[in-house]
């Protein structure tokens, strides 16, 4: 079977099909307190499909063509609304050994994420089948915290991005987990790793400070927690650093309810989310805001597709 005729044969050409029919819906602001509402998915590893009826743990589950379905009546909702994701975009279903990806950047560019960040999966094809499929993804991939000076991916990547949606500056940045143990050094070849924790504050620093934003967003794929208390994880992040908002994570395929709540080095509350894995669970945060753009509450979940 040729290419073509796989792609005609598939569910996934069902997704493509349907999310073609997608719109991002234009409303007016209301006057009064602003509403920002950000989505984010983690850990999707390549599942296009909806889970089968039968399939012990996870029946009639997920899904891209539903996930758009959920983020497109979410943005009619509230046109304020950022789509992200927190890495391990590939490797996990025969879509990604027959592509390589295209197919995954394609419909997240359908579904019209802003952003997204890298995992350790996804440099499964090498850092050079990575950049390969880069024309694919209409999205930016932020990752602060790895140095790509000597490879093909220098300058393809950015460490932070600042989005304005009704006024309100939205600061995002993101972190990689460190590749060397996870990853064959061959594969992610000259590609260096900054300590995470450090880099957190100083990006933090510059969104709030330099770029004057209203919310900072760490997406994450450094894990959630560990056994090893040593280990850099989400928890410590949150706890060690200042300025941070909400980190999204990735990587321990945690399944949260609802955004954890940690104290950070000024005492501060910063949420920490994950969804768990696959695109089973869409994360919704709300964040709410005066006129002057002073945050008055937040809150989130988890939607399960």
Known sequence: MNRRDFIQHTAA????LSLGGLSLSSCGTATGKKHITILHTNDVHSHIDVFPPDDPRNPNQGGVARRATLVENIRRENPNTLLLDAGDIFQGTPYFNYYGGELEFKLMSMLKYDAATLGNHDFDNGIDGLYAQLPNAKFDFLIANYDFSNTVMDTHTKPYKVFIKDGVKIGVFGLGIRLKGLVNDNLYKETKYLD???IAQDMSATLRGQEGCHI????SHIGYQYRNPETTCDIKLAENTENIDLIIGGHTHTFMD??????????EEVMVNQVGCFGINLGRIDFYLDDKNNLEKQGGRSIVV
């Open 13 to 16: 050409s069902s997704a493509l």
């Open 196 to 198: 995470p924790i450090e």
């Open 216 to 219: 900072v967003i760490c997406l």
């Open 258 to 267: 609802k955004p954890a709540i940690h104290r950070n080095r000024k005492g």
